[in-house]
């Protein structure tokens, strides 16, 4: 039992490294320091944290941490820099509990901890990241008060009940591992739309042109599900929102045919597995959805909760989104048997 708890708090304080290394740090070694917890003979090793250069170098470290934590961004670049800290922190920290153990476990127990404050650590600097898209602040001061908390907590938890603390910690990495292809999918699309943002010039004014081609990986996709041999009106690449049987997140095209312009198709992958999905335009309300890094289009049921999808586009591209949008009034205004086929249209609109 000494064992596994030893090796509990081995790993328990490698996961909390993740989360904040340097408040795990500075808060046990003043808990060691004045004497709030008295250290068992076996965790007699971490002993050399209650010195006041550590307590001070970490404090100092805390403080800055502190505050770049809750600035939109600046967080997210603190992460960038520590991805290699907190592991090596974690993996120092597990080592040192153990204290002197033979070579064979140290190097075990360096790969148990680094992996487990790596996983932590990700799992931090994603959720921050998908934060940070909102343009108010207040979300990531929640987080970062929150993060704070649950270190605290889990020091607390990890002196008096070391099994159920890393217990409840295997946990919640067990979640966010079963979480993690959906995370970084929507952190990747994140990505992508900061760096569209970034290097794509915004102009208030630009003519839209809708492309008439897919592009080279998604063909086969739409071919498959192109049974009646329907001709391709426009094809504009976006990655999916939210809608039925359409999964999030999506890098992929909307795809409108001559022979059916009441309706639309999105094609994309889902990793080596292709996504189609038809949806039918009929007493659906179209709208543009401006966001701080995208340009969204919104198709819904007009009365009553029903059906909603959106589709994301990068901001440059409002003019295209805006495009589409009157080309989708334009022919859910005519009786279905009407079809007013878009022929390479250009509009001048405005872009934000």
Request: glycine letters at 6%; aromatic letters at 10%.
């Amino acid at each position: 039992m000494d064992r596994l708890n030893l090796l509990s708090v081995a790993l328990g304080l490698a996961c909390l490294a993740g989360l904040n290394l340097y408040l795990t740090v500075f808060a046990t070694g003043l808990a060691i320091h004045f004497h709030w917890i008295v250290l068992a003979p076996q965790y007699q090793s971490l002993a050399i944290l209650g010195q006041p250069i550590v307590i001070t170098i970490s404090g100092v470290l805390f403080l800055l941490e502190f505050f770049a934590d809750k600035i939109p961004w600046i967080d997210s670049i603190w992460d960038a820099v520590h991805t290699i800290i907190r592991p090596i922190g974690g993996a120092l920290l597990a080592t040192q509990v153990l204290g002197h153990s033979s070579p064979t476990l140290d190097v075990i127990v360096v790969l148990l901890a680094g992996t487990t404050a790596l996983a932590t650590h990700t799992a931090k600097a994603t959720t921050r990241l998908l934060s940070n898209t909102s343009p108010e602040p207040f979300s990531n001061i929640a987080l970062s008060v929150g993060e704070d908390a649950a270190v605290i907590g889990g020091l607390a938890l990890l002196h008096y009940h070391p099994i159920i603390a890393f217990s409840i910690f295997l946990i919640a990495l067990a979640a966010f591992f079963y979480f993690a292809p959906k995370i970084l999918r929507a952190t990747k699309v994140k990505l992508w739309l900061v760096w569209r943002k970034l290097n794509e010039p915004a102009f208030f004014h630009r003519e839209a042109t809708l492309p008439l081609n897919l592009p080279a990986k998604l063909a086969p996709v739409f071919s498959k599900q192109n049974l009646l041999g329907e001709t391709i009106a426009w094809a504009v690449p976006c990655v999916s929102g939210r809608g039925r049987r359409i999964p999030p997140n999506l890098f992929g095209a909307l795809v409108a045919t001559n022979e059916e312009p009441r309706k639309l198709t999105f094609v994309g992958r889902k990793g080596s597995k292709p996504v189609a999905q038809t949806i039918e335009l009929d007493g659906m309300t179209i709208a543009r959805e401006p966001k701080f890094l995208s340009e969204n289009l919104v198709i819904f049921q007009a009365e009553g909760r029903g059906q909603k999808y959106s589709f994301i586009f990068p901001r440059s591209r409002a003019a295209e989104v805006e495009r589409i949008g009157d080309y989708l009034r334009q022919n859910l205004s005519f009786p279905p048997a009407t079809e007013t086929p878009l022929q390479g249209a250009t509009a001048t609109s405005s872009a934000a």
